[in-house]
DNA sequence: TGAGAAACTTAGCACCAGGATT
DNA sequence: AATCCTGGTGCTAAGTTTCTCA
């Protein structure tokens, strides 16, 4: 593991000015997300969010449409040689060059994290059929890797890709079109057309196996040959042990109070009163939508009779304190005893962690069933408290191969839900939300998988074909500002929006859940016009995170939106005419394959990438991080990523401030040396009254250089500390922020990758460590 | 065409190991 | 050795998109 402390960011903030400042945008000059362009305090519940400094984003925002369209966001005023092949910005070495010395980085020297590869991955030693990855360049392609190989080939220039895309040019001479496109034709249009696809188009879970063991396997060969054309098939074997159950609940029989005397419960009854006893110390447990769902549910485990009927008089404390009491037992124990216990957890999960999913070897994600619970919604969820109960096998459903041993049921006597065998899904098993029954969990691979990786690459893929895409669409929309048609006003409005503000598509939500909204559910009340052409927007998104932002929007923009509220009352729809359904269509007519949250790759991707190449210079190691992670940051303040702030935040600044102090007064004192030392007087005293050393005036200079440079680094640190509080970097990094660039940008400037991506990153995208140096987004 | 189901991605937070500091 | 602090990871809630059906 490598020490990320030491990379903290030090860039430079204007924190006063990035606070105060308006950024100007009109609608000449807007090719910026605008969710960095005005100074914006996103301050939900928990916390402040501030805006970047102008200087971190004029480059951003100098871009004109009008005179340099075409190119993506921030890559404007770049010269078009350097895009493609002969970059202008690319290292003076040759490519292998760079990428053997990636290689010497990330896999010699001290670090002890080195490139996943699927060479790496753990085997069956017993299994004949091909181990390797189908993405491995080194497979020798069998009919069936060769398939998936062309499926996973991508556009990159280097010499390994173009190696690697070889049997694909053999499959379907198609290499120039990108992928996302490639799926598209071979893909979704043709499945709706080909009448053999209809055979084996799924309907439902249970549907779609029936299918499968009915006509598709009747059709065979044949039928499979086109599912795999199709992109529908994605799998051939999967083997795997199914689920891990959390163990059945242990009494402990400490009693809680009910009017003060001690009350004897079930096991059944006390393990949801220890439930609701060990969350005293959250917020949850003095919400009352919260303590109403948990006894409402826990009544009907006590029964009418039960001596338990209101809430006020139970007292959960003692249930409490035992808690606290095996906490404290756990914490006590010695590091044996706790190597002991995670050695022993790791041989039981080695068991389900794997699957083998076409021969090869891969990492299952969530095999644990979740186990019994409160709900703990986000926000205002109305159903928070409610229990989540146990679920057992005859809950689960079961996908795996046909012919494959059927995962063993763990308890004797009963038996899963349901067996599949559909291979046009990836998920290994399912089971019903017991808290929203129409809704399923599902039990997929790790994202370190290929099949995750594939369509990890695919979204990247499709984010980068909207680069070519966006100067037409932004023609598009703004020509539809002053539509006639109302519906045609309300898309461009909307799209310009998610283009500009990263917002999420909004799809309509139940009563039953916490009300948040996305663009296109905005209501009246989200949205302030502000003459004469600013909008102040003020919504609970995703998680109940407050997006609060005030934008200077072009004119039509803003007259269309206070035409849409006009006459509204709160609770009212900005977009009435608009659902995400009707938006995506739209966007599909414009872009195949294009729907709104493509939008937020897009914008996140090329952000980055342009931060990247523009700001990073011949610096130090620590000085190139710290640029990365000002992009970063960009990116989760467009993507609006917050987090709460850490309960100990106040007292770390308060801590780094007394440090500093602390130095600045020894370097006070070095400097009173210093000038007596000049003069030859004797240094005098400490505080202990004892005699000083006398130093020469050169020993005390670099003393005095010392110290200053570490309150500078102190400050910076604390800096940094502060702004980043409510701002969640890994979001973006793992969700938004295509690998290449990252791995591109360490490549080019030297940064040993496990700098910038953990482990398990590292893993997540092991399909983007090969790329070519010049890899522009 | 719209509703609802199914499948998959995106998200923040709790917890914990392990390094740094006292 | 005890405590603090941090980043990494697992967990699962909450989104989006796609598919199916009436």
């Not at 007064?665 to 050393?693: I, Q, S």
């Amino acid at each position: 593991m490598f020490n990320c402390a030491a990379l903290q960011a030090t860039h430079e903030v204007c924190e006063e000015e990035a606070m105060s400042a308006v950024f100007m945008f009109d609608g000449d000059d807007d090719d910026a997300p605008l969710g960095c362009q005005e100074s914006n305090t996103v301050d939900g519940d928990k916390s402040k969010l501030k805006r970047p400094h102008v200087a971190e984003v004029d480059h951003l925002m100098s871009d004109d449409a009008d005179s340099d369209d075409g190119k993506p966001i921030g890559l404007r005023k770049k010269a078009a040689s350097e895009r493609g092949g002969s970059a202008s910005y690319e290292d003076s070495e040759d490519n292998k060059t760079l990428a053997a010395r990636f290689l010497r980085v990330t896999r010699g020297g001290t670090s002890s994290v080195s490139i996943p590869s699927s060479k790496d991955k753990p085997v069956l030693p017993n299994n004949s059929n091909a181990i390797k990855r189908p993405c491995d360049s080194n497979n020798q392609p069998t009919s069936q890797s060769a398939l998936k190989k062309a499926k996973c080939s991508d556009g990159t220039s280097s010499a390994s890709a173009s190696a690697k895309r070889e049997p694909r040019a053999k499959d379907n001479g198609n290499d120039n079109i990108p992928l996302a496109q490639t799926r598209q034709t071979t893909g979704e249009s043709s499945k709706r057309k080909d009448p053999l696809a209809k055979n084996i188009e799924k309907k439902s879970p249970s549907s779609s196996r029936d299918n499968i063991k009915g006509k598709a396997k009747k059709n065979s060969q044949l039928s499979k040959t086109t599912e795999a054309c199709q992109g529908r098939k994605k799998w051939s074997t999967l083997v795997h042990n199914g689920v891990l159950s959390p163990p059945p609940y242990k009494p402990h029989g400490v009693q809680m109070l009910y009017n003060g005397q001690p009350v004897t419960l079930t096991p059944e009854q006390e393990e949801v009163a220890t439930m609701f006893a060990v969350m005293k110390d959250t917020e949850y447990a003095s919400k009352e939508t919260f303590t109403n769902n948990f006894f409402n549910d826990w009544r009907n485990i006590l029964g009418t009779k039960h001596v338990v009927k209101k809430f006020q008089h139970c007292d959960f404390t003692p249930i409490y304190e035992w808690h606290l009491q095996e906490k404290e037992k756990k914490k006590q124990m010695t590091t044996e005893e706790k190597k002991a216990l995670r050695e022993e957890r790791v041989k039981q999960d080695d068991k389900f962690m794997w699957a083998f999913v076409d021969g090869v070897k891969e990492k299952v994600g969530n095999f644990r069933v979740e186990p019994p619970g409160l709900f703990r919604g986000r926000g205002e969820h109305p159903k928070m408290g409610r229990l989540k109960r146990r679920i057992r096998p005859s809950d689960i459903t079961i996908n795996i191969g046909e012919g494959a041993p059927v995962p063993v049921c763990p308890i004797h006597g009963e038996s899963w839900k349901e067996v599949k065998h559909d291979n046009t899904v990836t998920w290994l098993a399912f089971w019903n939300d017991p808290i929203n029954q129409k809704e399923c969990k599902y039990v997929f691979l790790a994202a370190s998988s290929s099949l995750k990786g594939q369509s990890d690459k695919e979204k990247y893929e499709k984010a980068r074909k909207l680069k070519d895409h966006i100067h037409n669409i932004r023609v598009n929309y703004t020509k539809d500002f002053r539509s006639k048609d109302q519906a045609k006003k309300q898309i461009a409005v909307a799209t310009y929006l998610i283009d500009k503000l990263a917002l999420r598509a909004g799809n309509e939500k139940d009563d039953d859940e916490a009300d948040t909204v996305g663009c296109c559910t905005l209501k009246v009340e989200n949205v302030t016009c502000l003459p004469p052409n600013r909008l102040q927007f003020d919504f609970l998104g995703k998680d109940s995170i407050r997006y609060l932002n005030t934008v200077e929007v072009k004119l039509p923009v803003y007259q269309a939106i206070k035409e849409f509220c006009a006459g509204k009352h709160k609770g009212e729809a900005v977009f009435g005419k608009l659902d995400t359904n009707k938006l995506n269509a739209h966007l599909k007519d414009l872009m195949p394959g294009l729907t709104a949250k493509v939008f937020r790759t897009y914008n996140a991707s090329i952000t980055l990438d342009t931060i990247l190449n523009k700001e990073t210079e011949d610096a130090t190691l620590l000085e190139k991080i710290t640029v990365y992670q000002r992009a970063n940051k960009e990116v989760a303040i467009i993507c609006n990523h917050q987090r709460a702030v850490s309960k100990s935040h106040d007292s770390q600044i308060t801590k780094l401030n007394e440090k500093i102090d602390e130095l600045k007064a020894l370097r006070d004192g070095l400097e009173v040396d210093l000038e007596k030392a000049k003069k030859g007087k004797p240094l005098g005293y400490d505080e202990d009254g004892k005699r000083k050393r006398n130093l020469t005036p050169e020993v005390l200079v670099n003393k005095i250089s010392s110290v200053e440079s570490r309150i500078q680094k102190m400050e910076i640190d604390m800096k940094t500390k502060e702004e980043l509080k409510t701002v969640a970097l890994g979001t973006s990094k793992i969700n938004y922020l295509d690998p290449r660039i990252t791995v591109a940008w360490c490549k080019t400037h030297e940064v040993p990758i496990e700098k910038i991506f953990s482990k398990t990153i590292l893993a997540k995208f092991g399909w983007a460590m090969d790329v070519d140096p010049d890899f522009r987004f």
